[in-house]
């Protein structure tokens, strides 16, 4: 969804995952990448976008086939509300902390949504979220069915008149530390006309087995870190600290898994920049000065002192001898 949305607005999808060490591949297919990891990419997307209500977009054209059986779950049951209690049975091995919850209050259904553990940063998925739950509902009820109310635990970050516009229902934020979505309690018991072949879609109970395919290995996480490095070299280089926030890790755990991969970090950044170096340099195109630069380097000595510790020569002198070296990957 992501990756096509980007490019309709002009915006090359790749520019995007790069920086938070994926790519749109990873979007298409089975890939397991943290959410914090989608929190950044989201932010990234509504700034280069320049629309801050992204979300809904994103969640209104959220296709259930292609979502699995957290989407499939939403057309299997008797009711609507046997429909949303299907998806959250299956949440647990789709997405890990988070908590989800329907309370029955008299005449009225509360969807209650929560990124455990998360912040601010995960407003544009509450609100993707919050979108995909209620344009199902709209396709299993009809599109003029609407919620009673709609609340989001972060401050609006655009315009309140649009989400009531696209909600049909009063929308309030920063008001508690969930996502709510308000219905009629009567709405969600109308029994459903369903498609035997949509059950037979849908997998059976969840396994440990599943639960541990949804967990990013060690090699992903050290890709994820080269791909950060590359797309955030030229303006400012990624840090341990920065890296670890976008992937949702601590720095001392971020760190710990890449030793366990036999490449730290810093080793990282210097052998890409090692790389980058020698490749740029067999182009005359490009002066010394611009290759420092965008390297990250403040100033051509920084990368001189470099290059003399990596190839035991100054790189003008690596230009002029005109010297091979291994192309960058």
Known sequence: MLPAYLASAGVKPDKVFRQVGMSPDDVTSAKVVSRSQIHHALALSARYVGVAEIGLSLGATADPAQLGPIGLAMEVGATAETCLQAQINLMPTMQSHTAIVLQKRDDEIVWTHQLVGDDESSWLLNEGAGTFIVSMLRHLLGDGWAPNHISFPHHCKGRRTRYEDHFRAPVSFGDQG????????????????????????????????????????????????????????????????????????????????????????????????????TAWLRDERISVTEVAMRLGYSAPSHFNRAFLRWEGRPPIDYRREGESAAPAR
């Open 178 to 277: 969930e996502m709510r979505i308000h219905m009629k309690r009567a709405d969600l018991s109308t029994p459903l006309r369903m498609k035997s072949s949509v059950r037979d879609r849908l997998p059976g109970s969840a396994s440990q087995e599943l639960i541990e395919a949804f967990r990013p290995s060690v090699s992903d996480i050290d890709l994820a870190v080269r791909r950060m490095v590359d797309a955030s070299l030229a303006h400012r280089p990624v840090t341990l600290s920065t890296a670890a926030r976008i992937l949702g890790l601590s720095s001392r755990t971020l760190q710990r898994r890449l030793d366990d991969c036999g490449t730290p970090f810093e080793q990282i950044l210097d052998d890409r920049r090692h790389q980058l170096a």
